[in-house]
């Protein structure tokens, strides 16, 4: 049986398979969404729920995380991810 890692998501707390979360990482002062799982730098993992999404900007969860102020863009990005990928 393959092993899969599991992951914790910053806003709801629960537990998910790494490969089905969004990894957002902070590298060289920047922050970037990871979308293969393999880039180097410090990482925060995201569900993806809508109530996760909302949550998440309105609380700035990642800001609590990485404890710094993330441009907006990030969050908007993460959101934008999300929605394509529910071809919304
Ligand atoms: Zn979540």
Same mark, same amino acid.
Request: net charge positive; hydrophobic share 30%; charged share 30%.
């Given at each position: 049986?393959?092993?899969? &890692?599991?992951?914790? =998501? @910053? =806003? =709801?707390?629960?537990? $998910?398979?790494?490969?089905?979360?969004?990894? @957002? @990482?902070?590298?060289?002062?920047?922050?970037?969404?990871?979308?293969?799982?393999?880039?180097?730098? !410090?990482?925060?993992?995201? =569900?993806?729920?809508?109530?996760?999404?909302?949550?998440?900007?309105?609380? !700035?969860?990642?800001?609590?995380? $990485?404890?710094?102020?993330? &441009?907006?863009?990030?969050?908007?990005?993460?959101?934008?991810? $999300?929605?394509?990928?529910?071809?919304?």
């Amino acid at each position: 049986m393959k092993h899969i &890692p599991q992951r914790t =998501c @910053v =806003c =709801c707390r629960s537990k $998910f398979d790494k490969e089905q979360l969004l990894r @957002v @990482v902070k590298f060289n002062n920047e922050f970037s969404l990871d979308k293969s799982g393999n880039k180097d730098g !410090r990482g925060a993992y995201i =569900c993806g729920a809508s109530a996760c999404l909302i949550k998440l900007k309105k609380q !700035r969860a990642l800001d609590r995380v $990485f404890k710094e102020k993330l &441009p907006e863009s990030v969050y908007d990005e993460i959101i934008n991810h $999300f929605n394509n990928v529910q071809g919304g």
